[in-house]
Structures are given as structure tokens and as C-alpha cells.
């Protein structure tokens, strides 16, 4: 596994902070677990062992692209750039009304290349549920029936991603908004003792950017971005791993992240298993998948209003 070096921010945004201040942290945080739930769902184990005690996060792993950053709208453009450039449609103005359609479906989307296809079928005449329920077989078809490749399809997009952010990274970024309230919960989350972490698939220098027009400065350790071409779960483990070595105990994790096959990766490892794990209901998932994570043993369904709350109400339902 690479080994990632974290290190371990404070209340200052740009601060190491001292072991010592996670000793103490560590002391008030075994105070608190008596009050409040337990982020993992052990109430429901099969084996009714009483419920223990847990503390709120001492580390906060967030997911930027569906749980901070709503970035839909640079997708739909990136997607219907790459769609103009591999089908050649008459016109280069979309439909009215396929962005939205686009949005929709935005949560069947799992790598560059499905982007354009999710367009083509829609323009295709395929149904949008039809789109939620049984896209692999539809992007498969697609794809066979039009004689294109994946691959090609891959680097049209990340062309001209790459060509929009080179020639105009201002107008780029100006594509992204922050959901309601994340952002006075991010300072909020800097200003208290709880470490905030991002833990995302976009290059990490676009995030500190789209963070910095917002005001908020975090340390390059505080946000594990694309170039550390990892898996999720091997990041929290090695965060894991890495904060337990400096401190001399393991962090409690709590991570949110909208994209439930990511959450069940993460469930699935044995490692992880006092992981805390919130699925983002306004994110970029479907309305089964959030009703999955809602029956889930471990897996929280997490509102924005809920985020923006103190970390006890994450888990009351
Ligand atoms: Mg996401």
C-alpha cells in the first residue's frame, strides 16, 4: 500500500498540532463517548452486545464531489463537449431540458467515459428510470451499437476537461457551487477540535482553489485528492495507521461520502470496521440506494440539515 504522510492539523487552520493537544483531546473525546451514540450501529448486531459508548469523530473524512462541492453543472458541460465531439450532432446547443435529465441520472455515472453515453441514450430515446435501474446493460449496448470504445470515449473527456481548465481555469471553477451550509460547517468543523479531512477524486489543487474562494485555507494534508491514486479505503487505513503511530491511539473516523458502493468498500474491510459511515442524501445517489443505506447495519443516512448539525444528531433517527 502507499504510505501517505498526514499530518495532524489543530483549531488554526495552517498549524500542526501537538500530540499532546490530541492526548488532552483524546481524554475529553472518552468523556463525551458517554453521551452520545454510537456511529456504528452495534445496537442492531445480531449478537445484542449492550451498546458501547462512542465518541464523535476526532477526524472528519468528507468527499468533496457530491457531499461539499456540487459540481453538475461543469459535468453536464464536460459531458456534452465530449458527446459534440464523438457524435457530431447537428447543432452544438444541447436540448432543452437534458441537462436535468442529465442531473438525474448523474448517479449511474461511475467513470469519464459513461458521461457522453448517458447523453447519447438519453437523446436516444432511452427512458430516464430505465437509465437508474439497468444502466451497465445500457451503456454496454450503447456503446456496441454506435461502434465506439470506452477508451476513446475516456480520453475525449478528459481532453477536453483538460483543454477547458488550461485555456480558462477561472471559468472552470466559476462551474462549481458549494451546497447550502457546507461551507459555515467546514469552519465551524476548523474551529473546533474535530480534524477535517477531504478525501475526494478530484485533483486536490482544483479543491483548495474552489476552498480558497470561499475563504477556507487548508493544509495539503487535509486534502487527499486524485494524485494520491489510492482507494478510499486504502486512504483511511493508512490515515488510520498513520494517526495512531503519532499519537499513540486510533482516531475515531467518520466519513461521508455520497456514493454508496464507496461506503460498502469501506464496510467491507476489516480494518475499517470503527469507521463511522454517513451516505449524503443530497449528493449524487438514487432514491434506492439511499433507501439501502437507511436498512443498512452500519451505514447512516445522513440529511444536509443533519450535517450542519452537531455530530449526535448524525445518528439519531
Ligand atoms: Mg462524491
Partial sequence: MKSTKFILGSKQLDQTLAISDWVCWDFCRMLAGYFVVNPVKRGRSPGGEPVMPTPIPTILALDFDGVLCDGLVEYFQTAWRAY?????????????????????????????????????????????????????????????????????????????????????????????????????????????????????????????????????????????????????????HALLQTVEAESGSPPTIWFVEDRLKTLYTVKAEADLTNVGLFLADWGYNTKQERSQAQTDDRIYLLSLSQFAKDFFTWTVH
Fill in 84 to 236: 459534440c465531439q464523438i457524435w457530431q450532432p447537428a447543432t452544438s446547443t444541447p436540448p432543452q431540458g437534458l441537462a436535468d435529465r442529465f442531473y438525474r441520472a448523474r448517479p449511474v455515472v461511475e467513470t469519464g467515459w459513461e458521461m457522453p453515453v448517458v447523453i447519447r441514450s438519453l437523446l436516444q430515446g432511452v427512458g430516464d428510470d430505465a437509465i437508474l435501474q439497468d444502466w451497465k446493460a445500457i451503456a454496454q449496448r450503447q456503446v456496441a451499437a454506435d461502434g465506439v470504445n470506452p477508451a476513446d470515449l475516456a480520453r475525449a473527456v478528459d481532453g477536453i476537461r483538460d483543454q477547458w481548465i488550461a485555456e480558462d481555469l477561472e471559468n472552470w471553477l466559476s462551474q462549481h457551487r458549494f451546497y447550502p451550509g457546507v461551507i459555515e460547517r467546514l469552519r465551524q468543523t476548523l474551529s473546533s477540535p474535530v480534524h477535517p479531512i477531504i478525501i475526494t477524486t478530484k485533483e486536490g489543487r482544483f479543491v483548495h482553489k474552489l476552498l480558497q474562494q470561499q475563504g477556507i485555507k487548508l493544509v495539503d494534508s487535509q486534502v487527499l485528492g486524485k494524485e494520491i491514486k489510492q482507494p478510499k479505503a486504502a486512504t483511511l
